[in-house]
């Protein structure tokens, strides 16, 4: 087995690290560390969970410490698709650089850009950004983007699905054509791997798990439930289950605060998360929800991508979510480091289209449990099931037609001027090549 010491890291770096109490490095990291050392590009495919975000920032740390930064000019650059997911980022970048002197800054939307330009003044090593918070400062000259000798993109099939691509290809434009360019995704469909070759020179490719499987320890349950009646069965369950805390998901945002204040007036205790909501309150929600003040978060699928919250007992899909592989983001959401989750998804007569593409994507069977009588049911470990086709059912032939599987959706209504929507300020360019509709985005995040 490689010890972290192995990698070529910096004693300051493994001093970090040692401290956060890692004992060996994860399979992304031992396959990504010593290529990004190496200078090479890297495609790596690899869910946030495994360790993937320490997978690029310890080697960038080393390579970037030494060297120092001019004044608006990042000698690096990550791009992550939600304020929430920089964040993360950036405090990685801060745990395991603190024995370094290093600048890190976060530049996304919902916060005031003073600040933001303040620090990209006095020189930062790493710029973790939104796409369109980015770009807002590029054009403005706050930022010189011809020093960057890194360029990380993260969640890239994310990025895909929230229309943020356009950015994307107009800030790689932008930056130098000598680069370390790292490109992630969840998952690595066509039209991901094609992408990505648009970026990439000679990458190495580097994978850990196979896309789109769900981890082990969440046990799953299907509820088949009436659509009027699914409040109802929500309180029963949250009721019956005694979970210490849950996500919620719900697929459209204006459904959340309802469901939000129904639950609250069933006496549960709940916060909200969503597009839509002031940063503030973002930031206030997930810091009550993760600190463990409040038991329960109703959220949108912003919430389902990489929030590393250890002990979530379970998630609710209270809708089931329109793509497929959104739905293994939010069970991952539970089970987390090896530890026991649960996942109910309530099913209408509606859903059961949504509901096969789940099973062709997971190639697992789950376990319908019924409410009536409340018996707790047996928690025997879903089957496996024959491979099939997955993709083909999923995917347009071409590659960034919207996928079959999602549900048809209502022309979408210009929001009023200035309104946010979702992630609308940090989405200039709405998107051309989205996997979801307009509509859909958002409704959704
Ligand atoms: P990530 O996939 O980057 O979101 O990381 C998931 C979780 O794994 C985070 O809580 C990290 O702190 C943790 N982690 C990262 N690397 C290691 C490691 N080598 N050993 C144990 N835990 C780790």
Same mark, same amino acid.
């Given at each position: 087995?490689?010890?972290?010491?192995?990698?070529?890291?910096?004693?300051?770096?493994?001093?970090?690290?040692?401290?956060?109490?890692?004992?060996?490095?994860?399979?992304?990291?031992?396959?990504?560390?010593?290529?990004?050392?190496?200078?090479?590009?890297?495609?790596?495919?690899?869910?946030?969970?495994?360790?993937?975000?320490?997978?690029?920032?310890?080697?960038?740390?080393?390579?970037?410490?030494?060297?120092?930064?001019?004044?608006?000019?990042?000698?690096?650059?990550?791009?992550?698709?939600?304020?929430?997911?920089?964040?993360?980022?950036?405090?990685?970048?801060?745990?395991?650089?603190?024995?370094?002197?290093?600048?890190?800054?976060?530049?996304?939307?919902?916060?005031?850009? #003073? +600040?933001?330009?303040?620090? /990209? !003044?006095? @020189?930062?090593?790493?710029? =973790?950004?939104?796409?369109?918070?980015? %770009?807002?400062?590029?054009?403005?000259?706050?930022?010189?983007?011809?020093?960057?000798?890194?360029?990380?993109? #993260? +969640?890239?099939?994310?990025? /895909? !699905?929230? @229309?943020?691509?356009?950015? =994307?290809?107009?800030?790689?434009?932008? %930056?130098?054509?000598?680069?370390?360019?790292?490109?992630?995704?969840?998952?690595?469909?066509?039209?991901?791997?094609?992408?990505?070759?648009?970026? /990439?020179?000679?990458?190495?490719?580097?994978?850990?798990?196979?896309?789109?499987?769900?981890?082990?320890?969440?046990?799953?349950?299907?509820?088949?439930?009436?659509?009027?009646?699914?409040?109802?069965?929500?309180?029963?369950?949250?009721?019956?289950?005694?979970?210490?805390?849950?996500?919620?998901?719900?697929?459209?945002?204006?459904?959340?605060?309802?469901?939000?204040?129904?639950?609250?007036?069933?006496?549960?205790?709940?916060?909200?998360?969503?597009?839509?909501?002031?940063?503030?309150?973002?930031?206030?929600?997930?810091?009550?929800?993760?600190?463990?003040?409040?038991?329960?978060?109703?959220?949108?699928?912003?919430?389902?991508?990489?929030?590393?919250?250890?002990?979530?007992?379970?998630?609710?899909?209270?809708?089931?979510?329109?793509?497929?592989?959104?739905?293994?983001?939010?069970?991952?959401?539970?089970?987390?480091?090896?530890?026991?989750?649960?996942?109910?998804?309530?099913?209408?007569?509606?859903?059961?289209?949504?509901?096969?593409?789940?099973?062709?994507?997971?190639?697992?069977?789950?376990?319908?449990?019924?409410?009536?009588?409340?018996?707790?049911?047996?928690?025997?470990?879903?089957?496996?099931?024959?491979?099939?086709?997955?993709?083909?059912?999923?995917?347009?032939?071409?590659?960034?037609?919207?996928?079959?599987?999602?549900?048809?959706?209502?022309?979408?209504?210009?929001?009023?001027?200035?309104?946010?929507?979702?992630?609308?300020?940090?989405?200039?360019?709405?998107?051309?090549?989205?996997?979801?509709?307009?509509?859909?985005?958002?409704?959704?995040?």
């Amino acid at each position: 087995m490689v010890e972290f010491k192995e990698l070529g890291l910096k004693p300051e770096i493994l001093r970090a690290i040692e401290e956060r109490g890692y004992t060996t490095p994860t399979p992304i990291q031992e396959m990504a560390i010593p290529y990004v050392l190496m200078g090479r590009d890297v495609l790596g495919c690899a869910q946030t969970g495994t360790g993937k975000t320490a997978g690029f920032c310890l080697p960038m740390l080393e390579i970037l410490s030494s060297g120092s930064a001019k004044a608006r000019m990042p000698r690096s650059l990550i791009l992550e698709p939600t304020r929430e997911l920089a964040a993360q980022v950036a405090e990685s970048f801060t745990k395991y650089g603190k024995y370094l002197n290093f600048t890190c800054a976060l530049l996304t939307g919902g916060y005031g850009m #003073d +600040e933001q330009i303040k620090k /990209l !003044d006095r @020189g930062v090593d790493v710029l =973790i950004a939104t796409p369109g918070r980015m %770009l807002d400062l590029f054009e403005r000259g706050n930022i010189l983007l011809h020093d960057i000798k890194i360029f990380v993109i #993260d +969640e890239a099939d994310r990025m /895909l !699905d929230m @229309g943020f691509i356009p950015d =994307i290809e107009k800030i790689a434009g932008l %930056l130098p054509k000598i680069r370390q360019t790292l490109f992630f995704s969840a998952t690595m469909p066509p039209e991901i791997r094609t992408l990505s070759s648009e970026f /990439l020179m000679n990458p190495k490719e580097v994978s850990v798990s196979p896309p789109a499987t769900t981890a082990e320890g969440v046990i799953q349950f299907i509820l088949r439930v009436d659509a009027r009646k699914k409040r109802d069965a929500l309180r029963d369950l949250l009721r019956r289950e005694q979970l210490k805390n849950a996500f919620i998901f719900c697929n459209r945002k204006k459904d959340i605060s309802g469901l939000a204040e129904f639950l609250t007036r069933q006496g549960f205790s709940v916060v909200a998360l969503h597009g839509d909501l002031p940063q503030n309150k973002r930031d206030e929600a997930l810091e009550k929800f993760r600190t463990g003040m409040v038991p329960f978060m109703v959220c949108s699928d912003v919430a389902a991508r990489g929030l590393d919250i250890k002990g979530v007992d379970a998630v609710f899909n209270f809708d089931v979510p329109f793509g497929a592989e959104d739905y293994v983001h939010r069970i991952g959401r539970t089970g987390r480091a090896g530890s026991e989750g649960k996942s109910y998804t309530f099913v209408t007569p509606d859903d059961d289209k949504l509901l096969q593409n789940i099973h062709t994507l997971i190639r697992k069977d789950i376990q319908e449990i019924r409410l009536e009588g409340l018996a707790r049911p047996a928690e025997a470990p879903v089957q496996e099931r024959p491979a099939p086709q997955a993709r083909e059912l999923r995917r347009g032939r071409s590659g960034y037609e919207r996928p079959r599987d999602r549900a048809p959706r209502p022309p979408r209504e210009q929001p009023p001027t200035g309104q946010t929507v979702g992630f609308g300020e940090d989405l200039p360019n709405f998107l051309t090549k989205s996997r979801i509709s307009e509509s859909q985005k958002e409704d959704t995040f």
